[in-house]
């Protein structure tokens, strides 16, 4: 799924405390972002792999709670959120489509891979790829109760994931396209070998 959806889930996870726990509220808001965020930091560096983590971050976020909830503090939150942000986020790469350049053709047998198996989890494709229509929807539903909840900083960056979700779902399937022209027929042949394997069907996908 695109960053867009995780992010907002990521903060649709700490929502409950603005009412629950005002006081911790931002600290949590800002964690489950940065959570929904974190896993695609890998994008360029083994993507889905790197640093998406499906069980690790779930045990350990689940590890946590019980300290947030004992002894809440703003550290013991930021760190509940953030592992379960990351979490989300690496487990709903399962249900998206595969690492391909075309996600939309269901080539690949890769979604994320787990670390404690020592292998990779195949793409259920409930969402067929980032950028679906579907994948927009999501994003559209995740989004309505964080406008209505959220204000200041925070609802801007709610808009903000919103319209960038509606420009990449537009421009979706033109992106591999345009990656093939610009970058992969222009770059030299040894700074090729750095790009994802998708961006060449000779490394794989």
């Known amino acids: 799924m695109m960053l867009p959806t995780h992010a907002l889930v990521g903060l649709a996870l700490a929502l409950p405390l603005v009412i629950l726990a005002p006081e911790f509220a931002g600290v949590a808001l800002t964690a489950g972002l940065l959570g929904g965020i974190l896993p695609d930091l890998d994008m360029y560096l083994g993507h889905r792999k790197t640093l998406h983590y499906p069980v690790y971050y779930s045990v350990l976020g689940v590890a946590v ?92 960056i709610v808009g903000a994931a919103l319209v960038v979700a509606v420009v990449y779902t537009a421009v979706r399937r033109l992106l591999p396209t345009i990656a093939e022209v610009l970058v992969v027929r222009t770059l030299p042949d040894r700074f090729l070998v750095l790009l994802p394997a998708r961006y060449g069907p000779e490394r794989g996908t």
Do not use: K, Q
């Not at 927009?136 to 989004?143: D, M, P, V």
């Open 65 to 156: 709670v019980p300290f947030a909830v004992l002894l809440p503090t703003a550290a013991t939150i930021a760190a509940t959120f953030l592992l379960l942000g990351a979490a989300v986020h690496s487990v709903m790469d399962i249900f998206g489509g595969g690492l391909e350049l075309r996600p939309w053709e269901a080539t690949s047998s890769r979604a994320v891979y787990d670390h404690r198996r020592g292998r990779w989890l195949a793409p259920r494709r409930w969402v067929r790829y980032d950028g679906a229509p579907e994948d927009l929807l999501l994003s559209l539903g995740i989004a309505v109760p964080l406008l209505i909840a959220l204000d200041g900083v925070l609802r801007l």
